[in-house]
Each structure stands twice: as C-alpha cells, then as structure tokens.
C-alpha cells in the first residue's frame, strides 16, 4: 500500500510563500510521476502542477506560471510545491497524487493517478 502525506500548508498573508511538501511511503517507487491538485470550496479539483519521473518534465497551470514551482527528491521519495506570491484566489486545500509507472511525460487529469494524499488547507489572507 502507497501513502502520501502532505505538509507545509497554513495561513498567508498576499504576496508571501509557503512550500509544501509530499512525503510516500510504503510500496511505492521513487520515479512515479507526481502532481498537485488543489480544489476551492464549490470548484472542481484541478491541476496546479506535474512533474515527470525523472523530474525532466514539468507542468504549470496558467493561473500559476511564474509563481508556482515543482520539484522532486526521489532519494527521500518526496515531491515539493514552492509557491510564491501568494494571491487570495489560491486558497484552496492541495493534494498530491502519484501515477503507479514510470513515466517521461507528466499527468494533468486526475484520473491519470492511483495513489492521493489527504490534503492540506492553504489560505491566503488579502
């Protein structure tokens, strides 16, 4: 069995950062591709950010091109999102996800995913 546990979220100001990250543990492969999610009360989830196996293939949404940033630690088996410049409309609760293969190309459907985190609150305050 996969887990992921998601960390880093909490209360921001507009403008400031927070980095969250995605810990695996359990029968899982370090290469999997990852993403983060995030869902807004009344929205549908959507992708933010992806990131192929080896970390050579990234994703951004438009909403979040130029703030956002993935990345991966395959040897802690960890994925991180470094968001900066926090706006008020990217409060929502983040989830990470990971597709069971490696992979080259990185998933923005949610469906693409087998394995999900619980999530994590982000607000951000204006």
Do not use: H
Not at 33 to 40: D, I, L, N, T, V
Not at 41 to 55: D, F, H, L
Not at 69 to 77: E, Q
């Amino acid at each position: 069995q996969v887990q992921l546990v998601e960390s880093g979220g909490g209360l921001v100001q507009a403008g400031g950062s927070l980095r969250l990250s995605c810990a695996a543990s359990g029968r899982i492969i370090s290469t999997y591709p990852m993403g983060w999610f995030r869902q807004a009360p009344g929205k549908e989830r959507e992708c933010v950010a992806a990131i192929s196996s080896g970390g050579g293939s990234t994703y951004y949404a438009d909403s979040v091109k130029g703030r956002f940033t993935i990345s991966r630690d395959n040897g802690k088996i960890t994925a991180y999102l470094q968001m900066n410049s926090l706006k008020p409309e990217d409060t929502a609760v983040y989830y990470c996800a990971a597709r069971a293969e490696f992979s080259n190309k990185y998933y923005i459907e949610k469906n693409s995913y087998n394995y999900w985190g619980q999530g994590t609150q982000v607000t951000v305050s204006s």
